[in-house]
């Protein structure tokens, strides 16, 4: 099993930006690509960013592309989502979730999500 916490989010302008953590434990970290999905209110969730487990490659959702920036930290058994220029539609609760295929159509482990609230 691999355990997945989240952190970071909180209320924010728009304009600004927050950094999410996501902290794994339970099984060797390097062993799993890692993705973000967000939630927004009253929608179905969407995949916002992939890393592999090596960190040399990322993907993101093209409507997210320069505004969003997925990295890990293998030393520290965590991936981050740094997100800038926030606006109210990326409101949602943001999940992250480990695979041990990259860009997996279905994730295997998943956190329990941060909330991000963007305000206008």
């Known amino acids: 099993q691999v ?7 909180g209320l924010v302008q728009a304009g600004g930006s927050l950094r ?3 902290a794994a434990s339970g099984r060797t ?3 799993y ?15 916002v960013a992939a890393i592999s487990w090596n ?20 030393a520290k058994n965590t991936v ?4 800038n220029s ?3 539609e990326d409101t949602a609760i943001y999940y992250c ?15 329990q999500g941060t909330q991000v609230t963007v305000s206008s």
Do not use: H
Request: with cysteine.
């Open 20 to 22: 999410l953590s996501c």
């Open 86 to 88: 926030l606006k109210p």
């Open 55 to 74: 960190g040399v490659s990322t993907y993101y959702a093209n409507s997210l592309k320069g505004r969003f920036t997925i990295s890990r930290d293998n």
């Open 80 to 83: 981050y989502l740094q997100m």
């Open 29 to 31: 970290f390097t062993n």
């Open 33 to 47: 690509a890692m993705g973000w999905f967000r939630q927004p209110p009253g929608k179905e969730r969407e995949f």
């Open 3 to 9: 355990q997945l916490v989240e952190s970071g989010g």
């Open 97 to 111: 979730a480990a695979d041990t295929e990259y860009r997996a159509r279905v994730y295997d482990y998943w956190g």
